[in-house]
């Protein structure tokens, strides 16, 4: 397949080589750090993507060099026709990768094998089925657990997502990394990011130091090993010497990673996004239906990328809800 890389080359020289593709705005959880409790106005159904319009943009990126694909939502093993889609994407010359929240996974592994898919993310933010069920607002920790643990035990490269909230989850951070002792998978913990409606505030988040404090306190300095990152890795990466498994730790907020930034977002009404924290978007669907070019649209879009989280450079910037309520929410986005 042809490779063009210059339309995905902004005007820092980050070159867009990631896409995260959300397939569905629909979840069967409802996280409250990712979704305000009313829900969100959901878009048409008609402006959703179908699957070959999500095929034919999927294709138009890895054409312009984008080499792996991330799947996303909402949910996105909730989608009726995932498995089209899955099937159809698997043609393309790129890494195909999930994240989910595991609900439904369990039906779903045949056809993530034949498409190829070993690595999925996997939403858990909390070992106590009790905290998990309040966290997501449903009542479904024992599926997730069993089906994370499936996972493992069917050899996919699995990693858990755990967004960190202050008083809330922060005391299993210790649970979380004695986990990876005996499993061979890589625990995340993300720092809480704000969002349109998630009542986000800065005494809620803990943050990568804080995480490290409760590290140290738990384990001798020597145990502790800091990995070497991978490149545009957007996590710091360590582990527990002796435990088969890893921890990580997302640090948008207090460490952005935005130098390295290799990432483009397609959310499931077709408009990319060149930013998480991105104000802005750009609609490829209409174009696309209209039957007109939409590389110069995507060239536009990647060109018009702030150096740092969407032009809110600093903590104050994003802070503000003016700035950060002009966002979409997380679910929406499509993490
Ligand atoms: N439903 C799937 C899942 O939960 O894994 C995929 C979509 S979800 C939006 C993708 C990721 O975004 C999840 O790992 C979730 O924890 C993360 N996320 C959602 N809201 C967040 C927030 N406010 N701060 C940090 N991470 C967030
Ligand atoms: Fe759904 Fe994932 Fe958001 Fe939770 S984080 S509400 S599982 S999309």
């Known amino acids: 397949m042809k490779k063009e890389n210059n ?3 902004d005007s820092f020289g980050r070159t867009h080589s990631y896409l995260r593709l959300s397939l569905t705005e629909l979840c069967n959880l409802r996280c409250t750090y990712c979704m305000p409790a009313e829900g969100i106005k959901l878009s048409p159904r008609s402006h959703i993507m179908n699957f070959d319009e999500i095929y034919t943009i999927a294709r138009t990126f890895a054409e312009h060099g984008v080499t792996k694909i991330r799947l996303t939502g909402g949910e996105p093993l909730v989608r009726r026709d995932v498995d089209i889609i899955l099937k159809q994407l698997a043609t ?8 989910t929240n595991a609900v439904v996974v369990d039906k779903f592994l045949d056809v993530l094998k034949d498409c190829n898919i070993k690595n999925l993310n996997v939403s858990l933010d909390s070992l106590q089925a009790e905290k998990f069920n309040t966290i997501t607002r449903r009542n479904n920790f024992e599926k997730v657990y069993n089906n994370l643990l499936l996972l493992i035990n069917e ?16 005391d299993e951070i210790i649970d979380f990394i004695n986990f990876t002792k005996k499993h061979d998978i890589s625990v995340r913990f993300i720092e809480f ?8 505030d800065k005494s809620k988040m803990m943050s990568y130091a804080e995480v490290m404090e409760k590290v140290n306190s738990e384990f ?20 527990i010497d002796g435990y088969k498994g890893s921890f990580g730790i997302i640090s948008s907020i207090t460490n952005p990673f935005c130098d390295s930034c290799n990432r483009i977002r397609l959310t499931a009404n077709g408009h990319i996004k060149n930013c998480l924290f991105s104000a802005t978007e750009s609609d490829l669907l209409t174009p696309l239906r209209a039957g007109k070019d939409i590389t110069p649209i995507i060239k536009k879009t990647i060109q018009s990328k702030f150096k740092v989280r969407g032009g809110m ?5 994003l802070e503000s809800p003016e700035l950060h309520g002009k966002n979409r ?3 929406a986005i499509g993490g």
């Open 313 to 317: 450079d600093t903590l104050e910037k």
């Open 193 to 200: 990011m704000p969002f349109d409606g998630n009542k986000w």
């Open 7 to 9: 339309i995905l080359k």
């Open 155 to 170: 050899g996919f490269n699995v990693k858990i997502n755990a967004v960190l909230i202050k008083d809330f989850n922060g």
């Open 220 to 239: 001798l300095p020597e145990q502790i090993i800091r990995l070497q990152d991978a490149k545009n890795d957007t996590t710091k990466n360590y582990k």
């Open 92 to 99: 393309l010359p790129v890494e195909l990768s999930m994240t």
């Open 329 to 331: 929410s997380m679910i």
